[in-house]
């Protein structure tokens, strides 16, 4: 499947869309073919782009004050990523976002959104439910984070991020639960024994 055909069905979940909206669709975007540890947005920079992945992963990750990097999300193939407080403020965001391993994605700029808003206004609807679920999403992060264990918090990544076990950096995951690599190797070492 090209990349064209999975956005489509992508978007297809929530929305139905003719030829000539499809059509007019897929003209708005910007395909792209993004290099293993290339970063597309840095923090600092304003997202200009919203980003949906059909080859490959990226990922979103950002730095505390003492330089120790903490992943926020994953996109694997047939997600979108963005950093949501710039690309929706249009302000300097704090998400630096990178390719994980060689990717293709299709870029849809800000302006090519609200040119979408006004000719297919569905559009809205769509783009509604996906930063509704990203809120969700984060919110549910925050307080599993602070209720969960490291072991709940994995086997929630597990779930979440089925195709990705194999090919995210484990130290990656460790970010990504809240732990140091060495703590996340001990746990998923005793979890392994314990199957």
């Keep these: 499947m090209n ?10 979940t929530y929305i ?10 897929l003209s708005l975007l910007i395909p792209a073919n993004i290099s293993r540890k290339q970063i597309i947005l840095r923090k ?7 980003t949906f992945v ?11 004050k003492n330089g120790s990097e903490h992943a926020l999300n994953f996109a694997p193939k047939n997600w979108w990523i963005a950093d949501m407080y710039s690309w929706i403020s249009q302000k300097p965001g704090i998400l630096n976002i990178e390719a994980l391993e060689d990717s ?8 090519n959104q ?3 808003y006004k000719e297919v206004p569905k559009f809205e609807r769509f783009f ?3 930063i509704e679920k990203s809120l969700v999403a984060s919110q549910e992060r925050v307080l599993n984070n602070l209720s969960l264990t490291a072991e709940e918090r994995y086997t929630q990544f597990c779930s979440k991020y089925p195709s990705l076990i194999e090919h995210v950096p484990l130290k990656q995951v460790a970010s990504y639960i809240g732990v140091t690599p060495e703590f996340f190797s001990k746990m998923r070492n005793g979890l392994l024994k314990k199957k």
């Design 128 to 130: 509604r439910i996906i």
């Design 44 to 50: 600092g920079e304003i997202c200009r782009y919203s």
């Design 16 to 25: 139905q869309l003719d030829e000539k909206e499809k059509e007019l669709f």
């Design 54 to 64: 059909y080859e490959g992963c990226l990922r979103g990750y950002t730095y505390d």
């Design 114 to 116: 609200e040119i979408l």
């Design 3 to 12: 990349g064209s055909d999975l956005i489509i069905e992508n978007i297809s």
């Design 104 to 111: 293709k994605v299709l870029k849809l700029s800000k302006v």
